[in-house]
């Protein structure tokens, strides 16, 4: 018989409100049975303190940027001198470097509540673009990496061809380049799905995959039914170069070679025509919002209102991680929005709540992760009500206080297939992260 462990959270997301005293029954990774009315924990249940919701997915990560955290705040610039910064770090990175500094990153996330993490991953092969022996070390680091750390993940296996429009790579970005859009699906086919790991794949942008080889990728991804994600309009520089190149903007380039639909995301989607914007939500393409990083890098606030009122589904990631807080990229979508239209209130607490859970697991192709009911995955994070930035509201307003005060300082608790991954802010695989984290990123120094 398989074993059931009985969790009773003191205060619970159902997806429309925070309901007091419940009990979850997880049987082999999933739950079983939601109990409410449960005043008191059930005799042998795990007790969780404060408000738990759906793990949180952050459908936008590129592990090593965690390196630079600190370094590209020094002095002003823009995305383009923050690149070349990023690819120096990038350089000095090998299977096993890269392992453990993914690893050190993977369990900030678990302690920041984050149970599935979207790895948008280029950085296939050693300086110059050599391949190692086995062509996907790099991405199974990055896999295992995630294993140790105790959470999913969906390595977005990303095709990256060239420097710009009709240009080959440049001397940097040769480790990013299998050469062709056909020997970059070869090597992804080699990667295989597993437990706790999906495969997905990624045009890296317009820019850097060449308009004839985009169908190739969009295939690829189709034939498997697997997430495809793009970076899309991340800048004015490249709408422009893709107007000059191609007569149209880098949306409908993409829609003309079958690379939008349900199951592709644009990261982004920052500099969009009302075109774009009604092509991106006809098709039911995704749009992820990374508001600590494109604030950050100064790239402007994307028209997320707007893409998701035309039917673009919202999620949320990291990026960069400048810093590593989902509930701050929920509250920063919101309040971006404020400062740009100078009113309030565009999402609910319960709508940036599902952006960050529900909606983004789906975007990472874990469609039965996200939600506290029977049958989905027994994934989950619970954030203190009694810090000081969240004591005072009445727990019936758990889900505003969460979003709009809390931050990855307040969680407590991660659960991540029935397993208990960070109890009390203590990560159970790797006992000390800021160290892990300080180590890896300081072998990474030239």
Request: proline residues 5%.
């Amino acid at each position: 018989m398989p074993l059931t462990t009985t969790y009773w959270l003191e205060h619970a997301w159902l997806g429309t409100h925070a309901e007091p005293g419940v009990a979850l029954d997880v049987t082999d990774g999933r739950i079983t049975a939601v109990r409410t009315g449960a005043d008191a924990p059930p005799p042998g249940a795990v007790v969780l303190r404060g408000f738990t919701i759906p793990g949180l997915a952050n459908a936008h990560s590129h592990a090593f940027h965690r390196a630079l955290r600190g370094t590209v705040q020094v002095g002003s610039g823009t995305f383009w001198t923050w690149r070349e910064v990023m690819y120096a770090v990038a350089q000095r990175l090998t299977p096993d470097s890269y392992f453990a500094l993914a690893r050190a990153v993977y369990a900030e996330m678990a302690l920041a509540g984050i149970t599935s993490v979207g790895e948008f991953h280029y950085l296939h092969h050693a300086p110059g673009g050599t391949p190692y022996a086995d062509p996907n070390a790099m991405g199974e680091a990055l896999i295992a990496a995630a294993a140790e750390a105790g959470i999913r993940i969906t390595l977005l296996d990303t095709a990256y061809l060239s420097s710009g429009f009709g240009q080959a790579p440049e001397p940097h970005q040769l480790r990013f380049s299998d050469g062709t859009a056909e020997r970059w699906a070869e090597r992804v086919s080699a990667l295989k799905d597993r437990d706790g790991v999906r495969i997905g794949a990624a045009v890296h942008s317009v820019r850097a995959v060449p308009a004839d080889q985009l169908a190739t990728v969009a295939r690829w991804a189709d034939e498997r039914r697997t997430p495809l994600h793009v970076h899309l309009s991340e800048q004015t520089a490249e709408n422009e170069a893709c107007l000059a190149a191609h007569g149209r903007t880098p949306t409908r380039l993409l829609a003309d070679h079958g690379v939008l639909g349900p199951r592709t995301t644009g990261v982004h989607n920052t500099h969009m025509t009302d075109a774009d914007i009604a092509l991106i939500g006809s098709t039911g393409t995704g749009t992820c919002m990374c508001p600590t990083t494109e604030r950050d890098l100064a790239d402007g606030i994307g028209p997320a209102v707007a893409l998701q009122r035309a039917g673009s589904p919202l999620s949320l990631g990291s990026d960069s991680h400048a810093v590593i807080d989902l509930l701050e990229e929920a509250r920063a979508m919101e309040l971006d929005e404020r400062l740009r239209s100078r009113t309030r209130g565009h999402w609910t607490a319960a709508a940036l709540l599902r952006a960050a859970t529900a909606d983004g697991h789906a975007a990472l192709g874990w469609d039965d992760a996200g939600r506290l009911e029977p049958g989905a995955l027994a994934d989950f994070t619970t954030i203190a009500l009694d810090s000081v930035r969240t004591a005072g509201p009445q727990p019936r307003l758990a889900a505003e206080t969460a979003v709009f005060a809390a931050s990855a300082a307040d969680v407590r608790h991660t659960v991540v297939g029935g397993r208990q991954v960070v109890r009390d802010g203590q990560h159970a695989t790797v006992p000390d992260v800021p160290r892990a984290l300080a180590d890896s990123i300081a072998a990474l120094r030239g």
